[in-house]
């Protein structure tokens, strides 16, 4: 199971203050913001992301190092459900360098409700 980076956009970012984030930060070590490509959605009390190949298109987020992925991602699988797969993407750090990271991607794309600053907050 590579890679051992997940980029988060919405409720498992730092502070959210569920059970789940908290769960990802201690079995992780963050190393801060990021950003991938890719379309942001709202959906009230959560967002969902969908990849893209346009240019300009980004999801602002958090990564994370993971210490143990084989034991955290599973839990983290089950809190997104089956409406989120979780993907292999390069994900972008500030200094412009580029890591695979894990991102939860909504399945299918929404109509509707479309964050073009690509900040969920």
């Known amino acids: 199971m590579s890679p051992a980076y997940l ?13 789940h984030a908290r769960l990802l930060e ?12 890719g379309r942001l959605y709202s959906f009230g009390r959560h ?8 240019p300009g298109e980004w999801i602002r987020g958090e990564v994370f190092l993971l210490k143990n992925p084989t034991q955290t991602l599973p839990a ?6 089956a409406k989120y797969e979780r993907v292999e993407a390069l994900v972008e750090l500030p200094s412009g360098k580029q890591i ?9 794309e929404p109509r509707a409700g479309r964050i073009t600053s690509g900040e969920w907050t």
């Open 7 to 19: 980029f988060v956009y919405g409720t498992l970012r730092r502070g959210s203050g569920n059970r």
């Open 26 to 37: 201690s079995a992780a070590r963050f190393l801060g913001g990021a950003r991938t490509a």
């Open 47 to 54: 967002p969902g992301a969908v990849p893209s190949e346009v």
């Open 76 to 81: 983290l699988d089950r809190y997104e459900g």
């Open 100 to 108: 695979n990271g894990w991102v939860y991607f909504l399945r299918r």
